[in-house]
């Protein structure tokens, strides 16, 4: 499957004002698998930031700013809560080495915590199928 992107060009442009190139929201959305819904919720929630403006005022993302939104996607994927990212984010963001350890062996517990789950519940199922067979 192939997505059409369309990079916005708006000219030369700068220092402080509108960005030059990048995708819109609902482009980077596609990108990410995500709704344009979820990425406004991670933008109030200061997990990513656009990394410009066009002209008329909407957000551009670009290619940072995807691999973030795909960072987040794939958190969600795994079953971490909105917190836990917010906590990752925050440990990248300071470049602070040891706190990013740190959280990560927090996640690393947190998805061995939810594997264990799934396995037990996968475990229940195949129990429950013998018994109706």
């Known amino acids: 499957m192939t997505v059409n992107t369309r990079t916005v060009k708006l000219g030369i442009e700068s ?14 959305a596609r990108f990410c698998g995500m709704s344009v819904h979820q990425i406004r919720t991670y933008l109030d929630m200061r997990l990513v930031y656009a990394c410009g403006t066009t002209q008329g005022g909407f957000r551009l993302f670009n290619e940072s700013c995807v691999a973030r939104l795909k960072l ?40 061995a915590v939810k594997r264990a789950a799934l396995h037990r519940c996968t475990q229940v199922l195949t129990e429950a199928t013998r018994g109706h067979d």
């Open 72 to 111: 987040i996607s794939s958190c969600r994927e795994a079953g971490l809560g909105l917190p836990e990212i917010s906590e990752f984010i925050q440990a990248l963001d300071s470049g602070d080495d040891r706190q990013c350890r740190a959280v990560e062996r927090q996640i690393q517990h947190t998805i």
């Open 15 to 28: 220092g402080p004002g509108p960005q030059t190139e990048g995708y819109v929201i609902s482009e980077a």
